[in-house]
């Protein structure tokens, strides 16, 4: 049987408060017509569908449209819920959906209640232990909370290793063995720009470490972190996230983003396949001043844009002046020799209006403020001053 593995859609994401609605269409149509031509028998989606707990109207028609889609071409699809969906939306369009073999798991369900998906194929059984996000506030009572924060993580990690090692308890001999779930995995990369490094560990965010994920799927489908890749040294050999389809944000420029095609048989190990999206517009970040920005941003009628600008000061409306001039242009970011920061002692309540948007204006910019700004300030403080 074949699987196409995807996750972290987030429909309905923005990018500096532009719709990427016609992109979600392209990859959603992408995905189907490489689900189409790859004979897929199955798409797991592995959480994270949308990208709010209420999402648009026009969400749903992007998602149901793909769905649609799925269906009209007899692929069966799994839909999880992550920690980005409402489960009980989940929930309230699987009370349908079933119908057209498109299956929902929006609660945690114990291998004797629901929590493994059956799908027939041909004389093929494949039993999918789904698994969506485990909600901290479900997994952890008040008291347990109320511990310190290492305390809390490793209880939550316990949580989530019951969890999955119930729902696998369900698998029945000689059929595919195959969990999807929304989980993060311990030192996980969230990226990988200009060779630095990002990874994630569970002594700062809820999660497990790889040890303790269960071996007895043949391969676990995962969702929850946007960089593709896959986790290496687990128990049961094949563990992977697919990754978000679209670069969301701009700490995700630079990233390939994929689909997973995965072939399974009854106790075999998995084959597996990367393909390459191609839709969407790429993030990207330039440096320089605003004029080389400017001139640079030519060669990107095509990307969304976050321009580092080189100042000597902060500009009062020199983003909007950007935005203006390249359309491409979307994020702003000022660089310039900041003043160190001190940590001051003195109390708000002894320092005068001026002093105080002064240190406000260093909090938050980083430097002085301008004598025009200053001058300014006078002025409208005056006539504040005056009203009262
Ligand atoms: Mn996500």
Redesign the pocket.
């Known amino acids: 049987m074949r699987f196409l593995h995807t996750?972290?859609w987030?429909i309905g994401r923005q990018i500096r408060g532009r719709s990427r609605a016609s992109e979600f269409e392209a990859v959603l149509t992408e995905i189907k017509d490489i689900a189409v031509s790859e004979n897929v028998d199955v798409v797991l989606v592995a959480?994270?569908i949308w990208d709010t707990n209420s999402p648009s109207s026009d969400s749903d028609r992007i998602l149901f449209g793909a769905l649609r889609e799925f269906v009209t071409n007899d692929i069966e699809v799994i839909l999880i819920a992550?920690?980005?969906d409402s489960a009980h939306k989940l929930n309230a369009v699987g009370q349908l959906s079933d119908l057209l073999n498109v299956h929902t798991q929006a609660y945690v369900r114990s291998h004797d209640a629901g929590g493994i998906i059956r799908i027939n194929r041909g004389d093929v059984l494949a039993e999918i232990a789904a698994i969506p996000w485990v909600p901290d506030g479900k997994a952890l009572n008040a008291i347990e909370v109320l511990s310190d924060a290492q305390k809390t993580l490793s209880m939550y990690q316990d949580a989530v290793e019951t969890v999955y090692s119930n729902v696998v308890q369900g698998y029945t001999s000689g059929a595919i063995h195959l969990l999807v779930g929304h989980v993060f995995v311990d030192g996980a990369l969230l990226a990988d720009i200009d060779g630095s490094e990002r990874r994630l560990h569970i002594d700062i965010a809820y999660g497990i470490d790889k040890d303790r994920l269960p071996s007895s799927p043949q391969y676990l489908a995962l969702?929850?972190i946007?960089h593709p890749q896959e986790i290496l040294g687990v128990p049961n050999g094949a563990t992977a996230y697919a990754g978000?389809i679209l670069q969301l944000d701009f700490g995700e420029r630079g990233q390939q983003k994929i689909v997973r095609i995965v072939d399974l048989v009854p106790n075999r190990p998995v084959q597996q396949k990367i393909i390459p999206l191609t839709s969407g517009k790429p993030l990207i970040e330039l440096r320089g001043t605003p004029e080389q920005v400017l001139v640079a941003s030519e060669q990107y009628k095509n990307a969304y844009i976050r321009a580092v600008l080189d100042v000597d000061a902060p500009e009062a409306g020199i983003a909007q002046k950007m935005r203006d001039s390249a359309d491409g242009i979307v994020d702003i970011r000022l660089d310039y020799d900041r003043l160190e920061e001190n940590i001051s002692t003195v109390s708000l309540q002894d320092l005068k209006p001026e002093e105080l948007f002064v240190r406000y204006y260093q909090e938050r910019h980083g430097t002085n403020p301008s004598d025009e700004l200053l001058v300014l300030f006078r002025e409208i403080l005056g006539e504040v001053v005056n009203i009262q």
């Open positions: 996750a972290d987030h959480g994270d992550g920690n980005h969702g929850h946007h978000s």
